[in-house]
């Protein structure tokens, strides 16, 4: 049966049945942990250092602000999984066409990649920080924690989320102690809370604490992570599985609020009120720390980068593969989707270092963080549409006085983006020789801004259509109808000379019977073959035209007709070709048998063939 649901790997994995009293809400408490690794990830850090010592306490409202609008936009995202049993990326394929969801998809990849990118950052800088390891090596290390993340995987959920509630409390930790060293003014923290103008830098800093603080693709992540919860799919069960979950996000986001308050204090209170108002790196905040507070506060700040960078992997990995599967149907392996993430994260992280050098990694964290604010609109329009959907969420759509408080919120940040793109891009303008600004930056710009404006209005316009519509996600059973007899005539026979060709050829001869002919194929693989093709007369080809001839007279004796075929070179493709050539009606294979390490080296000849002809392929274990 085909997996359907959104992380089928784990999907209703943890049992809360049998559970009762705390017990019972313990069961639910996990996924808005997971999330809320991702409001306490390398970027949070860079966004608050450059805030604290920009501007002192003066955006703590702005953490705030920003942890109020993730709290309502995380429980929504929860609520759209828990009653409808859908991600987020699974309900935008639902509602939009195919050719809006590509580009949605291209925009949460790239917040993936952004997100990622400050993993990449902030683990080499804390590798470099603990152990003098320089940047580039750093980055090229973190390619290998694809490991960590097939071995939690296959560990079940509890396990994964034990190893990121783990992580998040040592930064927590780390985190608690440096605020007692700081010691920082409660007074004039308390008024850090009262709104201010944003404006220039302040305005970039303020964008990349939301995108930080908001991202895209944890409201995808959250919406599949409830759904790792077998829940009893009454009104009451899900009644019960909203309320336990809105208390399991509204602590976990208030903890990662805590952390991220703390670092934007411990930037105010050790740089800005020392006059080091442009500390927006890292490694100047270890530097610093270290000069002023001696060597516990830098060593608990690089294990707390370490630990961060480490778990907000993992979580950004699964939310990568819940939007390939969401958005364009595409499930590929969890190391190969982490793999390719990766990369392309790491690219740019080279290049910067490359081209710019160390110093310049601060600004990219920073900048990686207001690209995945400039993605928000694209994740919360959908969602609200979605929850507010009477038709679909029933009893349980969102009131009208939520509904207000999440457009608000999805006005505030999109105004904010408009505003910061503004502004920015006028002051490209005023430099000379930046023709790429008018015939690449603005159409793109233009483009995007029309595709919000359709994921917008198109559930407003197509609502009758959709609540009329049934959702099936492979469409409905087929009636089978009257059943004839098959009849192969021509099958082919791939034989390989080992102890399975015995059960592969016995299972042909079951197929056609004595009416059908059979054709014994046969691949040379030799490095000879390769280049030679049919030219070559090596040792190998000779012995295995031997074997063919005794497989061809031994079915002979039997009463079965046979031809001998040998192809040459990639042994996919030339099964292939021969079955084509000579019109076959049925293929019949062996299965290697290779596993895990063995595929992926020597790669699956059935794969290959499947894809190369438009005939059935039986495969024979």
């Not at 509904?403 to 999805?410: F, G, M, R």
């Not at 049925?586 to 894809?611: E, I």
Request: aromatic residues 8%.
């Amino acid at each position: 049966m085909a997996k359907t649901e959104s992380l089928s790997e784990v999907h209703q994995s943890v049992n809360t049945d049998k559970r009762k009293g705390w017990r019972r809400i313990l069961a639910f408490i996990g996924p808005a942990y997971l999330i809320s690794v991702g409001y306490m990830d390398p970027g949070n850090w860079a966004t608050d250092l450059a805030g604290g010592s920009k501007f002192g306490y003066q955006l703590i409202w702005v953490l705030l602000m920003s942890n109020l609008i993730a709290l309502l936009l995380q429980s929504l995202s929860a609520r759209l999984g828990i009653v409808r049993g859908l991600d987020l990326a699974q309900a935008s394929k639902q509602a939009y066409p195919r050719w809006a969801n590509i580009p949605l998809f291209a925009l949460a990849q790239t917040a993936i990649i952004a997100c990622d990118l400050a993993e990449i950052i902030g683990m080499a800088i804390g590798l470099q920080l603990l152990f003098g390891l320089p940047l580039i090596w750093g980055i090229s290390i973190t390619i290998f924690d694809t490991i960590l993340l097939l071995f939690l995987l296959n560990k079940g959920m509890r396990a994964m989320e034990g190893f990121i509630v783990s992580m998040v409390f040592i930064v927590g930790i780390s985190f608690l102690v440096e605020m007692f060293i700081v010691e920082p003014s409660l007074k004039e923290v308390a008024k850090g809370f009262e709104p201010s103008v944003l404006n220039g830098d302040a305005l970039y800093i303020a964008i990349g604490i939301i995108g930080a603080t908001v991202m895209p693709h944890n409201l995808y992540l959250h919406s599949s992570l409830v759904q790792t919860r077998k829940i009893e799919r009454s009104n009451q069960g899900i009644k019960e599985a909203l309320k336990f979950n809105l208390i399991d996000t509204t602590v976990a986001l208030n903890l990662a609020f805590f952390v991220n308050a703390a670092i934007l204090i411990l930037a105010a209170a050790a740089f800005y009120k020392n006059g080091l108002h442009e500390v927006a790196e890292i490694q100047d905040a270890h530097k610093l720390l270290s000069n002023i507070f001696g060597s516990v506060a830098p060593a608990l700040f690089a294990i707390a980068l370490i630990a961060a960078g480490q778990s907000s992997t993992v979580t950004g990995t699964l939310a990568g593969q819940i939007i390939m599967e969401g958005h364009i149907n595409l499930r590929i392996q969890p190391w190969l989707r982490r793999l390719i993430t990766r990369l392309l994260a790491i690219i740019p992280a080279f290049f910067t270092i490359l081209h710019y050098g160390d110093d310049a990694l601060g600004g990219l964290l920073v900048l990686s963080q207001v690209v995945l604010s400039l993605q928000l609109g694209f994740a919360i329009i959908p969602l609200i549409h979605f929850t507010s959907d009477k038709k679909l969420m029933k009893d349980f759509a969102i009131k009208p006085w939520v509904k207000v408080l999440a457009w608000t919120s999805a006005i505030v940040i999109i105004a904010l983006n408009v505003k910061l793109v503004i502004e920015e891009i006028s002051g490209w303008t005023k430099e000379a020789n930046h023709w790429w600004i008018y015939a690449i930056v603005i159409p793109a710009l233009i483009l995007i801004v029309l595709l919000l404006l359709y994921v917008f209005f198109h559930p407003l316009l197509e609502q009758k259509k959709n609540a009329s519509r049934k959702i099936v996600p492979h469409g409905d059973a087929l009636d089978i109808g009257k059943i004839d007899k098959i009849t192969y005539k021509k099958i082919g026979i791939a034989v390989d000379f080992s102890k399975n060709d015995r059960n592969t050829i016995r299972h042909a001869l079951i197929q056609g019977g004595k009416d059908a002919h059979y054709y014994l194929i046969h691949i040379v693989e030799t490095a000879a073959a390769r280049y030679l093709g049919k030219e070559v007369m090596d040792h190998e080809t000779q012995s295995d035209s031997v074997n063919l001839e005794r497989y061809k007279a031994n079915l002979e004796n039997l009463g079965y007709d046979a031809t001998p075929f040998i192809g040459f070179g990639n042994t996919g493709k030339a099964i292939a070709d021969i079955s084509n050539r000579n019109g076959m009606e049925l293929l019949v294979m062996g299965a290697h048998g290779h596993k895990g390490l063995k595929d992926l080296v020597f790669g699956t000849t059935v794969d290959s063939v499947r894809h190369k002809v438009n005939i059935p392929v039986l495969i024979i274990r």
